[in-house]
């Protein structure tokens, strides 16, 4: 059975307070907050004070994804504003081993996340220190994009050599999934489902994520 991790940035942010309280009613595992500062990525959506703000609206765990340079300056703010995992990416962290140990001493889970274009063997090495590897499914910056194809063959090579290394690793996956392909993303291998347009732009959210998480 997957993890749902509806994302948050496909939320109606005037109405975020009861946004909150329907995923708190629905089967959503997780919720995932991306943190996108305009450097890393080609667009800003919101910091510290929102994922302090949705901490305080669900015991659910918050799922950070730092789209950003230079996250050692901020890890620590994130996790003292609630974040259960805070996810960085291997592109922006020149001292990776070094972000996920910091990341580690704080006490929460740690996730290293790739772009389409970043071939899974920039994380080897640190494999058995994660928790968590973000496989992103579309180019970061934006929702409502579509899933590009060759995420499922990078899923499934990922999959091969965490079953050997470090079984105890989740795949996340991000970007484009909907009720139509996750199917074959989970066939693939994945354990978490992150998802935004297709649960916040869905008619029933909440019967959107039981269908997904209804997925094998
Ligand atoms: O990180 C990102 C985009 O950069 C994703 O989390 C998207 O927010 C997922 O949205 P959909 O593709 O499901 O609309």
């Keep these: 059975m997957p993890i749902i991790a509806p994302s948050i940035l496909a939320a109606n942010f005037l109405d975020l307070k009861n946004e909150c309280q329907r995923l708190n009613a629905s089967e959503a595992d997780w919720f995932h907050l991306d943190v996108m500062d305009g450097r890393f990525v080609p667009n800003i959506s919101f910091g510290i004070p929102i994922v302090e703000a949705i901490r305080k609206a669900t015991t659910k765990t918050l799922d950070v994804h730092l789209m950003i340079v230079e996250p050692e300056k901020y890890v620590e703010d994130f996790k003292k504003a609630g974040a259960d995992s805070i996810t ?23 996730g290293v996340a790739l772009n389409p274009h970043t071939p899974i063997c920039m994380i080897e090495n640190v494999l058995t220190d994660i928790d968590m590897v973000l496989i992103m499914s579309v180019n970061p910056g934006f929702g409502g994009q579509s899933f590009i194809a060759h995420s499922l063959i990078k899923i499934k090579e990922l999959k091969q050599k965490i079953n050997k290394i470090a079984p105890q690793v989740l795949i996340e996956v991000d970007g484009g999934i909907s009720l139509d392909n996750a199917s074959a993303v989970m066939h693939s291998g994945a354990d978490v489902l992150v998802a935004g347009s297709s649960i916040f732009h869905s008619k029933s959210p909440e019967e959107t994520i039981h269908q997904l998480k209804k997925i094998k």
């Design 88 to 110: 960085v990416h291997v592109e922006a962290c020149p001292h990776l081993h070094r972000n996920i140990q910091q990341i580690k001493n704080l006490g929460i889970k740690v």
